[in-house]
């Protein structure tokens, strides 16, 4: 009977604890955009059209969140020059995020390079590469 109450209270306890991902999450910075920006690619490029890609690079940090509950994430996607928010399933494997969007059946992976109570960082795992992206987006907890 002991040993049964103990079971039942050490699973009540591990439902109630919140994943350190769980609550919301606002990009304020990417490697991958600042790497962009500096390019000398970017620097050839004329003044409208560097303009129109800072502008999408300042509208993806300004609008970018993740918003992790128990099992469903809501988050932001850019496209069509437009930020849209979705909604997910996501889960972890040791160090590695996945995401599973439900508007289609896809997953995207993300190696967590930093996590604590005030921030994350994500590297971007693309499909059929063996290493995660060297540039991190980074997030602060709201």
Same mark, same amino acid.
């Given at each position: 009977?002991?040993? #049964? ?33 500096? #390019? ?17 690079? &300042?509208?993806? =940090? ?14 932001? &996607?850019?496209?069509n020059?437009? =930020? ?28 967590? #390079? ?14 059929r590469?063996?290493e995660?992206?060297? #540039? ?7």
């Amino acid at each position: 009977m002991i040993h #049964s109450l103990f079971y039942l209270i050490l699973l009540f306890w591990f439902l109630q604890t919140e994943h350190p991902l769980e609550g919301k999450w606002k990009m304020y910075r990417s490697e991958s955009f600042e790497n962009i920006l500096t #390019s000398k690619n970017f620097q050839l490029q004329d003044e409208e059209q560097q303009q129109a890609v800072a502008e999408a690079f &300042n509208k993806v =940090i300004n609008g970018y969140f993740y918003d992790f509950k128990k099992d469903t994430v809501i988050f932001t &996607n850019y496209s069509n020059f437009e =930020i849209h928010e979705l909604k997910g399933i996501w889960w972890t494997e040791g160090d590695t995020l996945i995401i599973g969007r439900l508007d289609k059946i896809s997953t995207q992976k993300y190696f967590i #390079s930093k996590l604590d109570n005030k921030e994350l960082h994500l590297q971007l795992i693309v499909p059929r590469q063996a290493e995660p992206s060297k #540039s991190r987006w980074m997030y602060k907890k709201e």
